[in-house]
């Protein structure tokens, strides 16, 4: 087994606080060129010790989230809180956006005794929960079709999306960041959202408390974009603050909400 060197003890460091972290972001934390960053990470990659993705690196196995089921077991009882209260904000008869997630998975159920709603979505799961009930419209926007979940993603779900302009967009986030925003782990995630913020009047996220603080390698839209988040515990001091200063709506299921 190797003994890292100094700097690659930093990168170490750095990558395992931030879970993720681009190339170019170590250089410049660590006042080094991009090339000494790779050939620094090269060894580490070889031993196993992180991952290497398109534009940075990850911890094993990070960038790669579980499959939807497992997801939604996963902090299960605090989504199904924040999905009844984002569920609240919704009328009958209004239009919305859902990326795909576990999270707004659980808002999909919430969802069930709505009627007549116009829903906008990349997941077949959330389009089958509300398709065909209650007076409701579904459109499922096309696209490649992700082996895992079977959520669709490229230039023609971003096309597709476009067409709409809706009440609601309802997002899941893989990380939550005071500095960075809303980061997703893949591109086609960050994309399809970027997509949906642009045709709403009104962007929620969804989160639990698990994403705070987190980064992830695809930025999808700064604090300022978001006008709830909803989740299931008040954020430390210097998330709370940046939300203040955006002027997000923060509300807490379970807190009088």
Not at 29 to 55: C, F, M
Not at 61 to 86: F, N, S, T
Not at 196 to 221: M, N, P, W, Y
Request: aromatic share 4%; charged share 25%; net charge neutral.
């Amino acid at each position: 087994m190797m003994r890292p060197t100094v700097r690659q003890t930093e990168i170490l460091k750095l990558v395992r606080e931030q879970g993720a972290c681009a190339i170019g972001e170590l250089a410049a934390q660590l006042e080094v060129s991009d090339e000494t960053i790779r050939r620094n990470v090269k060894p580490l990659v070889l031993e196993g010790l992180v991952e290497k993705v398109h534009g940075g690196i990850v911890l094993p196995d990070q960038h790669h989230e579980p499959p939807i089921h497992k997801r939604m077991r996963q902090q299960a009882e605090a989504k199904k809180r924040i999905a009844a209260l984002v569920a609240r904000a919704v009328r009958n008869g209004e239009s919305l956006m859902i990326d795909t997630g576990s999270t707004t998975a659980y808002v999909a159920h919430a969802l069930a005794d709505h009627s007549d709603l116009v829903v906008v979505t990349n997941s077949p799961y959330i389009a089958g929960l509300l398709a065909a009930r209650n007076g409701n419209r579904v459109f499922m926007a096309g696209g490649e079709l992700r082996s895992h979940d079977g959520a669709a993603f490229g230039p023609e779900t971003i096309a597709s999306v476009k067409r709409f302009e809706v009440r609601h967009a309802i997002l899941s986030m893989g990380a939550l960041h005071e500095d960075k925003g809303c980061m997703y782990y893949h591109l086609c995630e960050a994309e399809y959202s970027r997509a949906i913020i642009d045709q709403a009047e009104r962007v929620t996220v969804a989160a639990d408390h698990t994403k705070f603080g987190r980064t992830s390698l695809v930025k999808a839209c700064d604090l300022g974009e978001v006008d709830a988040l909803v989740t299931d515990r008040a954020p430390e001091a210097k998330l709370a603050r940046r939300l203040h200063e955006a002027e997000v709506e923060l509300r807490v299921a379970g807190q009088g909400a």
